[in-house]
C-alpha cells in the first residue's frame, strides 16, 4: 500500500516536468517551422510579394498559437517592407509601430523595425515622428549613428531648415565610412542643401564627387572593408532609396539648368552614365534628360541621338513608362527639328507606350488591392486567434478559479471531516473511559454484595453454634476471598480461574444448604479452557440467584446443574435449578425486596451491555422456566463467542 502511494506521488511530481520538457520540445519544433517559412518569405519578397505574405501569415498565426512574440514582431517587419515596397506608408507604419511593441530594446529586430518606421513617418509627412525614431537609432546602435544623421539631414531638409541638415552632414563624422549609396545620398542631400543656398559651385562639385574622390569632401573616407561590413537598413535598400536620390539630384540640376548653368548639368549627367554602366535604367534615364540638357543648350543634333539611344534602350528594359517619357521628348524635338515624319512615327510609338503604361498601372493596382486584402485576411485570422486564446484564457481563469474554490471547499470539508473525526475519537474515547469505569465499578460493586452474602453463611454457621463447619468454611471461604479480590481487577480472566472461583463458591454455598440441593460442575473436554477469556464473576450472580431464590425454598432436596460447553463458535455456559420457579420466588418476596432487585442481577445485565459496547463483543444471556407447564425450575444460559483460534 505504502509502495503504491510513493508511485503515485511520483508520479504527479514528475508529471509536470515531463510536461514541461514535451512542451520545449514542441516550441522548439515550431520556432524551426517558423524560421522556415520566414526564410521562404524573405526570398519572394520582392519577387512574389502575394506568396511572401501567404508565407508571413501562416508564420504569424503559429506563432500567436505558441506566444513568440519575437517571430511575430519579424512577420509584421516584413509585411511592412511589403507595403513600404508597394508604397503603402499608412499600413506600413502601423505594421513597423506593431514590430517595434513586441520586441525588446537594442535588438537588431527593433532597429530595422525603427529604420521602416522612419521611412515611413518621413514618407506620410510626420517629419518630427520621424527626428525622434531616427534618435532612437542612433543611441541604441552606435554603428548606425552615422546613417541615421543623415537622414535626419534629409527630414530636416524637409522641413526647411538647411542650416541644422548642414550641420549634421558635417559634424564629427569625418573619419566614419560609409556604404556607397549612403555616400551618395550624403554628397546629393549636401548637393541639395547648396543648391537652396544658391552656392551653385559647391552643388556642382558635390554631384561631381562620384567621378573625382580626390576632390570629395574630407568626412566622406570610404573603402571596400566598409563597403561590406557596414549596416544596410532593409527599409533604404529599396527602389525607395533609388527614387530618393534620383529626385535630390534632379532637383539639384534642374536648378542647375534654370541658372543657366547647363554646361554643369550636362557634365554631371555624361559623369553619371560612365560610372552606371551596370544600370540600364540609371543610363536611359540620364540620356534622355541629358537630351533635354543638350536641347536647351541649342544643341539639337546630340539632343536626337541621347533620345534615339534612350528610346532604343527602353524597348529592352520593358518599362513603358519610361519608354513613354523618350518617345515623348524625342517627338517634340522631331517636330521642333523639322522632321515630321519622325515625329509621328514616335508619337504612335508614344501613344503605344501610354497604353501598355495604362495596362501595368492597372496591374499594379490590381496586385496591390491584392496584397492589401491578402494583408487583411492575415488581420483576420490574427485577430481570430487572438480572441480565441482570449476566450480561452478567460476559460482557463473561470476553471481556476472555480477549481480554487473547489479546493477551498475541499480543504475546508477536509478540515471539518478531521475536526469531527477528532472530536468523534475523543468523544469515543471519554465514552470508552467512562464505561471502563463504570465496569470497573461494576465490578466493585461485585465484591461487598458477595462478601454480604458469603458472611451471612458464616453467622449462620455460629448462630447453630457449628463451630467447627464454621471453622472450616472460614478457611474454604477466605481462599475464595482471595482469588476473588485478586481477579477483581482483571477486565478478563481465563476460563479455568473463573470455573476455580465458581467451584469454591459451589462448595461454600452447599455447605450451608446442603439439606436443600445437590450440584454438578461440567466442562466439556473438547474446549481449549487455556485460550477462553471472559470476564471475572460474570457466572457466579445466576449461581447464587439459582440457590437463593429459588432451591433455598424447595421443600425437596433440589438439584443444580453448572454446564461448560462449546456449541458453533460460542463458549455455552448453562446454569439450570429445579427450584420452585421465578413466579413463586416473585410471590414469596418482601415489600423491601420488591423495592430492590436483586443486585447481582441488575449489576450482570449492565456489566454485559457495556462489555458488549465497549469491546465489541457479542455476550448474550437468556433466562427461562425449565418447565414452563409447571413454571418451576430456572434454565440461564450465556453465551460467549470464542476467538478465532480457539
Keep these: 500500500m505504502k509502495t503504491s502511494i510513493l508511485y503515485i506521488f511520483l508520479f504527479f511530481l514528475l508529471l509536470p516536468a515531463a510536461t514541461i520538457a514535451q512542451k520545449s520540445k514542441k516550441s522548439e519544433y515550431s520556432a524551426s517551422s517558423s524560421s522556415y517559412l520566414l526564410q521562404q518569405a524573405e526570398q519572394q519578397k520582392n519577387t512574389q510579394p502575394k506568396e511572401a505574405l501567404q508565407l508571413i501569415g501562416q508564420a504569424l498565426a503559429q506563432s500567436i498559437r505558441e506566444g513568440d512574440t519575437e517571430t511575430q514582431a519579424q512577420c509584421h517587419l516584413m509585411i511592412g517592407q511589403i507595403n513600404a515596397q508597394i508604397q503603402e506608408w499608412?499600413?506600413?507604419?502601423?505594421?513597423?509601430?506593431?514590430?517595434?511593441?513586441?520586441?525588446?530594446?537594442?535588438?537588431?529586430?527593433?532597429?530595422?523595425?525603427?529604420?521602416?518606421?522612419?521611412?515611413?513617418?518621413?514618407?506620410?509627412?510626420?517629419?518630427?515622428?520621424?527626428?525622434?525614431?531616427?534618435?532612437?537609432?542612433?543611441?541604441?546602435?552606435?554603428?548606425?549613428?552615422?546613417?541615421?544623421?543623415?537622414?535626419?539631414?534629409?527630414?530636416?531638409?524637409?522641413?526647411?531648415?538647411?542650416?541644422?541638415?548642414?550641420a549634421l552632414l558635417t559634424k564629427s563624422e569625418q573619419k566614419k565610412r560609409l556604404p556607397s549609396e549612403w555616400r551618395q545620398r550624403k554628397q546629393t542631400l549636401l548637393a541639395q542643401i547648396y543648391a537652396a543656398n544658391k552656392e551653385y559651385d559647391k552643388a556642382s562639385k558635390a554631384l561631381h564627387v562620384e567621378s573625382a574622390p580626390e576632390e570629395a569632401l574630407e568626412e566622406i573616407v570610404y573603402d571596400a572593408e566598409a563597403e561590406s561590413g557596414a549596416p544596410m537598413?532593409?527599409?533604404?535598400?529599396?527602389?525607395?532609396?533609388?527614387?530618393?536620390?534620383?529626385?535630390?539630384?534632379?532637383?539639384?540640376?534642374?536648378?542647375?539648368?534654370?541658372?543657366?548653368?547647363?554646361?554643369?548639368?550636362?557634365?554631371?549627367?555624361?559623369?553619371?552614365?560612365?560610372?552606371?554602366?551596370?544600370?540600364?535604367?540609371?543610363?536611359?534615364?540620364?540620356?534622355?534628360?541629358?537630351?533635354?540638357?543638350?536641347?536647351?543648350?541649342?544643341?539639337?543634333?546630340?539632343?536626337?541621338?541621347?533620345?534615339?539611344?534612350?528610346?532604343?534602350?527602353?524597348?529592352?528594359?520593358?518599362?513603358?513608362?519610361?519608354?513613354?517619357?523618350?518617345?515623348?521628348?524625342?517627338?517634340?524635338?522631331?517636330?521642333?527639328?523639322?522632321?515630321?515624319?519622325?515625329?509621328?512615327?514616335?508619337?504612335?510609338?508614344?501613344?503605344?507606350?501610354?497604353?501598355?503604361?495604362?495596362?501595368?498601372?492597372?496591374?499594379?493596382?490590381?496586385?496591390?488591392?491584392?496584397?492589401?486584402?491578402?494583408?487583411?485576411?492575415?488581420?483576420?485570422?490574427?485577430?481570430?486567434?487572438?480572441?480565441?486564446?482570449?476566450?480561452?484564457?478567460?476559460?482557463?481563469?473561470?476553471?481556476?478559479?472555480?477549481?480554487?474554490?473547489?479546493?477551498?471547499?475541499?480543504?475546508?470539508?477536509?478540515?471539518?471531516?478531521?475536526?469531527?473525526?477528532?472530536?468523534?475519537?475523543?468523544?469515543?474515547?471519554?465514552?470508552?473511559?467512562?464505561?471502563?469505569l463504570a465496569l470497573k465499578s461494576l465490578r466493585s460493586q461485585m465484591n461487598p454484595h458477595f462478601l454480604f452474602n458469603a458472611l451471612n453463611s458464616v453467622n449462620h454457621f455460629i448462630a447453630t453454634n457449628d463451630e467447627r463447619a464454621a471453622n472450616r468454611f472460614l478457611s474454604e471461604f477466605s481462599q475464595l476471598m482471595r482469588s476473588v479480590l485478586e481477579y477483581s481487577q482483571e477486565d478478563f480472566i481465563p476460563l479455568p480461574k473463573e470455573l476455580e472461583i465458581l467451584s469454591l463458591y459451589l462448595k461454600l454455598e452447599h455447605y450451608r444448604f446442603r439439606d436443600k440441593f445437590t450440584y454438578t460442575l461440567t466442562i466439556s473436554p473438547d474446549i481449549d479452557k487455556e485460550s477462553v477469556l471472559l470476564p471475572p464473576m460474570l457466572v457466579q450472580p445466576y449461581i447464587e440467584n439459582a440457590i437463593w431464590h429459588g432451591l433455598r425454598y424447595k421443600k425437596t432436596l433440589g438439584e443444580l446443574q453448572v454446564r461448560v460447553y462449546q456449541e458453533n463458535k460460542n463458549l455455552i455456559i448453562s446454569i439450570i435449578d429445579n427450584g420452585i420457579g421465578r413466579t413463586q420466588s416473585q410471590a414469596l418476596k418482601t415489600a423491601n425486596q420488591k423495592k430492590h432487585q436483586s443486585t447481582g442481577l441488575s449489576n450482570i445485565q449492565e456489566r454485559l451491555r457495556i462489555i458488549n459496547q465497549v469491546y465489541k463483543v457479542h455476550y448474550t444471556v437468556s433466562i427461562q422456566d425449565a418447565d414452563p407447564a409447571t413454571g418451576e425450575g430456572t434454565t440461564v444460559t450465556l453465551s460467549i463467542p470464542l476467538p478465532e483460534n480457539a
Design 90 to 166: 499608412k499600413l506600413a507604419q502601423g505594421n513597423f509601430q506593431e514590430a517595434l511593441a513586441l520586441v525588446a530594446t537594442k535588438s537588431r529586430l527593433r532597429i530595422e523595425a525603427l529604420w521602416g518606421l522612419a521611412l515611413a513617418q518621413q514618407q506620410l509627412g510626420s517629419l518630427n515622428d520621424a527626428l525622434k525614431t531616427l534618435e532612437e537609432i542612433a543611441k541604441i546602435s552606435e554603428d548606425e549613428a552615422a546613417l541615421a544623421a543623415i537622414q535626419m539631414a534629409e527630414v530636416y531638409y524637409q522641413q526647411g531648415n538647411t542650416e541644422r541638415a548642414e
Design 233 to 436: 537598413p532593409p527599409a533604404k535598400s529599396s527602389m525607395s532609396s533609388a527614387n530618393t536620390l534620383r529626385k535630390g539630384k534632379e532637383e539639384v540640376l534642374q536648378t542647375l539648368r534654370s541658372q543657366n548653368r547647363v554646361a554643369d548639368e550636362i557634365a554631371i549627367r555624361e559623369e553619371a552614365i560612365v560610372q552606371n554602366t551596370n544600370q540600364p535604367e540609371e543610363i536611359f534615364f540620364e540620356k534622355v534628360e541629358l537630351g533635354k540638357a543638350y536641347e536647351v543648350s541649342g544643341q539639337r543634333q546630340k539632343a536626337i541621338q541621347e533620345l534615339e539611344e534612350a528610346a532604343t534602350m527602353a524597348d529592352t528594359l520593358s518599362n513603358p513608362q519610361q519608354q513613354a517619357q523618350a518617345l515623348l521628348a524625342l517627338a517634340r524635338l522631331y517636330a521642333a527639328n523639322g522632321q515630321s515624319t519622325q515625329a509621328v512615327e514616335s508619337y504612335e510609338r508614344y501613344s503605344q507606350s501610354v497604353e501598355q503604361q495604362e495596362k501595368l498601372r492597372q496591374e499594379v493596382l490590381t496586385e496591390k488591392s491584392e496584397l492589401i486584402n491578402e494583408q487583411r485576411s492575415i488581420e483576420a485570422v490574427s485577430n481570430y486567434i487572438r480572441l480565441n486564446q482570449k476566450e480561452e484564457a478567460l476559460q482557463a481563469q473561470v476553471v481556476a478559479r472555480q477549481q480554487l474554490l473547489i479546493y477551498g471547499l475541499l480543504l475546508l470539508l477536509m478540515v471539518l471531516a478531521i475536526t469531527s473525526y477528532w472530536i468523534y475519537k475523543n468523544a469515543q474515547a471519554s465514552k470508552r473511559a467512562n464505561q471502563l
